[in-house]
């Protein structure tokens, strides 16, 4: 099934008491703010192949999609078991002697300020080769659809959708609360129901999010305590 920003869109509008007061190009930028701010929590995970060169051991992370942390470095590759590499400090013991780990360094204080991308440094402590490659498995952000891009595919899991939902609902009642706040004429009843309608989007997001952790937790328990089953089973 196809899950683009228009099913999305057309998900988010059956909560919307109005079709015309928010128009597309409005709705799909509350949408491209609900998906970075729930990537926050729950990021994609995401896979990036490094071509390695000898006499290179510092090598950019990826930051094309807003990267947030390493999860593992296989290197080699293509051995049986996998080879994954441990992470330390560049200064550690480990690190000066060239053992099988490598270093994360931070992004230079000179950088752009418009360069978004720049995920900091990884260094490999062996020395590598030209035709080698490692894989960076990493957490970062879902991708951002672009307002109007209606054919553009939405990685947020479908069953997120309704947390999506409820951000878009907060922002639209706190965009009212707000245009309505500039105006003299209004009367507090009408900014402390637009108030109320607001906190109950934000509180109805926040218990979808608890639930959403909840089954995660769940799930990483339950197969944590299969595989130590079945290496019972084995042993």
Known sequence: MPNTL???RAQI???????TDWPNGTIDGFIADAIRFHSAQFPR??????TLASSTQ???????????????VEYPIGETPQS???????WSAEFQQAANVYAVRGIADDTAIEADTAAAIILFAETVATGETAIIEYLAGHPVPAAGDDDAQITVPTHHWEALSALVEFRTH????????????????????LGQEARM?????????????MQESQSAHLSWAQAHDTQRRVY
């Open 6 to 8: 228009t099913d999305l």
């Open 13 to 19: 509008r059956l909560l919307l008491a109005s079709t």
């Open 45 to 50: 995970r995401w896979r990036h192949t490094l």
């Open 58 to 72: 510092a090598y950019d992370l990826p930051g094309a999609h807003s990267f947030q942390g390493i999860l593992a």
């Open 84 to 90: 994954f590499l441990e992470e330390v400090p560049e």
């Open 174 to 193: 706190w965009e009212l609360e707000t245009d309505e706040a500039v105006s003299l004429t209004n009367i507090s009843i009408l900014l402390s129901q």
């Open 201 to 213: 989007a934000w509180n109805r997001y926040k218990e979808i999010t608890n639930a959403l952790l």
